[in-house]
């Protein structure tokens, strides 16, 4: 979503409604997909604590519902796994 005038991306790396440069925007967004893809990864790995730093630094770059939900299953899953190691 453009930051300027609220408009929804068009595939484009500049606003079709306002002309805002959404450069910066776009590589922000595609670098927390990929932070979530590796928080994915490393929950199905078996690596709780990387899958819950992961998805947590995909949150604080760009929020998203999934993402949040990520990050919590993945620390709660930590939290369990510790405890099972006591």
Same mark, same amino acid.
């Given at each position: 979503?453009?930051?300027?005038?609220?408009?929804?991306?068009?595939?484009?790396?500049?606003? $079709?409604?306002?002309?805002?440069?959404?450069?910066?925007?776009?590589?922000?967004?595609? $670098?927390?997909?990929?932070?979530?893809?590796?928080?994915?990864?490393?929950?199905?790995?078996?690596?709780?604590?990387?899958?819950?730093?992961?998805?947590?630094?995909?949150?604080?770059?760009?929020?998203?519902?999934?993402?949040?939900?990520?990050?919590?299953?993945?620390?709660?899953?930590?939290?369990?796994?510790?405890?099972?190691?006591?």
């Amino acid at each position: 979503m453009c930051p300027v005038c609220r408009a929804r991306f068009r595939g484009s790396t500049e606003c $079709s409604r306002c002309g805002a440069d959404l450069t910066i925007v776009m590589t922000l967004a595609a $670098s927390s997909w990929r932070m979530r893809q590796l928080a994915r990864e490393a929950f199905t790995g078996g690596d709780p604590e990387h899958a819950r730093a992961l998805a947590s630094q995909a949150e604080s770059i760009c929020h998203t519902p999934v993402g949040k939900r990520l990050e919590e299953l993945s620390s709660l899953w930590g939290m369990l796994w510790r405890f099972g190691q006591h």
